[in-house]
């Protein structure tokens, strides 16, 4: 195991201190900081040791109003999950486990008795085909439902899963982002069909796409609250600001309700100290907010969706099975209707 790369370092330090410094401030600054002193940890063969960054706490003075907001109760309990709910999972980083915290968790939720739905909002479609959909035998699917007004409930399909189904994909919705420019309300489109169904389930699931374009405004803006996954690693950290800022600029305009529901940690692998340190620090930075769940790196978790189903019914007793069984009663706990 070789000594972390200086710039991995810096970048991974510097992701959680840029959540809170201004726009003028980040401008303002045309040199690095001085490298704080880092711990030193063995590595995975007790020799030559490696360097573990230590962490600034990031101020909060100067950010701008929205993200500003979101931090003040970054690490306050979110409070019960007040049923039928909209989640968005997000995080335009790719490959931190978007799509199977999806799948999975929308799966555990169903086998614990909740009506889920599945919304597919990403053009690799990999939900749809991970839950058992080939995009050739579609009539509908989701880009009709933006682009075309076709109502969402014509465009869902149920799952091999008792209670789960699933709002499909296509490539078709590549497109989306630049057909949606000039429509009228384009970050609208999303959430007034979801309000169509939004009684029939008991949970909705937005499998938003890695990027912070339309299609995602769309997502955040049709969600009650955010879940973030982020991969065990210091790259994830460093969209996490740009997310957050994006989560406060979208709950300022469009959804005055939106809030990060919380953070989930995935593809965590015991034998490294970094994925230790990663979550130290998230857990450090945003309290509560961070289920206490840490989903593993898993060969079972990524053979699942080549088999078009969620790791729960492809191995009901792998780690990734239980971790996300486990994740779904946590995010579920103590959920109750929404009165009236």
Known sequence: MGRVDEDVKRRGREALASLRRGPSERTARKSPRAEPEADVAASDDGENPIELPAFDPPPIE??????????????????????PSVLAIANQKGGVGKTTTAVNLGAAMAEEGYRVLVVDLDPQSNATTG?????????SSVYDVVMNNTAIDDCIEPTSLKN????????DLAGAEIELVPAMSRELKLRRAIDEVREDYDVVLIDCPPSLGLLTVNGLAAADGVVVPIQCEYYALEGLGQLLRNVGLVRSNLNPILDVR???????????????????????HFGRRVYETVVPRTVRLSEAPSFGQPIIVFDSTSRGAKAYRELAKEVCRDAKRRAG
């Open 164 to 171: 789960l189904f699933v709002a499909p994909a296509t490539i």
């Open 62 to 83: 100067g950010a701008d109003a929205p993200t500003r907001q979101l931090l003040a109760h970054a690490a306050e309990d979110p409070g019960p999950l007040l049923l």
């Open 262 to 284: 919380g953070i989930v940690l995935t593809m965590y692998d015991g034998r490294t100290r970094l994925a230790d340190q990663v979550v130290d620090e998230v857990r450090l």
């Open 131 to 139: 839950l058992g959909l080939s995009a050739r035998d579609l009539g």
